[in-house]
Every structure is written in C-alpha cells, then in structure tokens.
C-alpha cells in the first residue's frame, strides 16, 4: 500500500455513500462483537461462529490487540453482494470485505455459504487486529505480512488441519513462486494476472505460516515489533531469527517447504491433485481493502 492511502485508512472514519441510504441494521450482540445484519435474520449461527473465531484469535492474536479483550468489535453484515456494493460503506468493486481500523469495524456479506463467510470475517478481523498494532506508532504493516498473516487465520477458520491455501501451498508448483529478494520488494499493484497475485498472496501465506510457528510466537512478536519500529527487513530477520539476509532466508525457507510438503496432510480427501491443479484466489488491488481467496 502506498504511504498515503496507508495513512488515510489509519484515519478514516466511516464512510457513508453520497447516493445511498444507509441499512435498516438489526442489532445481534454476542460478548466480543456487535453483529449488525441487514437482513430481516441474521445468518444462521453467526454468534457462536464469531465467538469460536474470537477463541482462536485470542490466542493468536491478542498480543497485538489486547484492547480486543475489553472491547467489542462491530462486524457489519450485509444481506448480500449488490446490497453491499450498493451499500453506504463504499466499498471497491472487487472486494469481499473492508475493515476500518480507527473504528474497530468490519464490513462483509453473506453470500449464503457459512464457511465463506467466516473465512471473509476471519480475514478482515486479522487486518483490523494486525494493523491496530502498527497503528499504535502510525505505521502501516508490509504488505506481505500483513496479508500473510490474515490469509493464515482465514485458512484455520475452515478446520485445524487448515483450509484450501494449506493444500495450495503443498502442492503449488515450486517454480511458481517469486525468488525472496524481488518478492520482498514487490507490490500487488505490479502484478498483471490472477494467476501471480494468488501466487504472491500463496506466498505470503507460507512465509508466515513459517515465521509464526507456535513454538515461534514469541519470536514473531518480536519481528513485527522491530517492523513496526523502523528496521529493516533483512535486520529485523537477522535479529530475532538468525537470517542472515534475504537469500539466507530464501534457503532457510525453501527447506521449510520441503518438511511441509512432506507431511501426511494430504488434501481433497486423501487423493493428490493433478498437476494441472491451479489455485487462483480473485483479484485483488493494492489500496489495503482485501478480498477472500478462493475462485469468482
């Protein structure tokens, strides 16, 4: 995300559209979140949903929102995809879901399949968590992390074994992925094809999922505060996990990779998938907003 859009969403308050007439919202409380729904029901379960996803979130990310403790979350609920893009938050065409960080505010839509919908929820509460923390010193996250580490709690919302980015990342061709330096270096906005940004958000997802172990949490918490404290990447990496650079990493990583791969976790019901399998999360753009991966 460039500087200034970074910024401005770190001071935004909620929008409402010129020509639309806000929602008729009903009110859904559950301990840690106001659910407001725009349909006469509120989907199916959505409370306990959210109060499951609250428990795994807690553990994993309450040490860079601990006002998520004390404060609920609002988590808007549109009654489907043209009442949100028609909607008064605005929101870009292409995306599944916004979080506004200045609020502790969310907006998604229910496109009728629950896990979905839970896995957009996931994500965006990630975002609004993630970049409170980074927010604290007017600091916005990289790019890649940031959306690494939402594309880790959206994939765990579907199973403890992982979701459809766990099988993507396992049996992904290897030469699909970018060479850590210019990965490092890169932006959504330079990239052309679904194709390259469901690999760069693939990606994302397996650097973080390496970093952030659960006997490495401590250690992640550690790097995201040098992050967010103004060192660079290869430092930052260098200080908390021995890495020496970005093609140490690359090698370190690589290896990770090979142990991951290896194990008895296999997708699609036991049955490997062709190699013409082709995971290809939507479109997404660069300006912060983000969109669950998974197919149009």
């Given at each position: 995300m460039k500087g200034k859009a970074a910024a401005l969403l770190l001071t935004l308050l909620m929008p409402v559209g010129a020509g639309a007439a806000p929602a008729d919202w009903k009110l859904k409380a559950s301990p840690h979140f106001d659910i407001y729904h725009e349909a006469g029901w509120a989907p199916n379960s959505i409370a306990i949903e959210m109060e499951k996803l609250y428990a795994s979130m807690r553990l994993n990310l309450s040490m860079f929102a601990p006002w998520m403790v004390k404060e609920k979350t609002k988590v808007y609920i549109h009654a489907s995809q043209q009442a949100y893009l028609k909607g008064e938050f605005e929101p870009p065409a292409w995306s599944k879901g916004l979080a506004f960080t200045s609020k502790k505010t969310i907006v998604v839509y229910d496109s009728?399949?629950?896990?979905?919908?839970?896995?957009?929820?996931?994500?965006?509460?990630?975002?609004?968590?993630?970049?409170?923390?980074?927010?604290?010193?007017?600091?916005?996250?990289?790019?890649?992390?940031?959306?690494?580490?939402?594309?880790?709690?959206?994939?765990?919302?579907?199973?403890?074994?992982?979701g459809p980015w766990t099988t993507a990342l396992k049996y992904i061709p290897r030469e699909r992925f970018f060479g850590m330096r210019s990965y490092f270096s890169s932006e959504l906005a330079s990239l052309n094809t679904d194709q390259k940004i469901g690999d760069w958000y693939l990606q994302a997802f397996g650097i973080v999922r390496h970093l952030y172990s659960p006997a490495q949490r401590l250690q992640f918490r550690n790097f995201c505060e040098k992050i967010r404290d103004g060192a660079d990447l290869?430092?930052?990496?260098?200080?908390?996990?021995?890495?020496?650079?970005?093609?140490?990493?690359?090698?370190?990583?690589?290896?990770w990779l090979d142990l991951y791969r290896a194990q008895d976790k296999p997708g699609f019901g036991g049955q490997r998938p062709s190699a013409s399998f082709n995971f290809q999360p939507v479109k997404l753009s660069s300006f912060g907003f983000t969109n669950f991966g998974g197919g149009k």
């Open positions: 009728g399949d629950l896990a979905k919908l839970r896995a957009v929820i996931a994500h965006e509460l990630t975002h609004l968590y993630f970049e409170t923390y980074f927010a604290e010193k007017l600091k916005y996250p990289p790019q890649w992390l940031n959306e690494g580490l939402a594309v880790m709690m959206e994939d765990s919302s579907h199973s403890a074994e992982g290869e430092k930052a990496l260098w200080e908390v996990y021995r890495v020496r650079d970005a093609d140490h990493f690359e090698k370190k990583w690589t290896a």
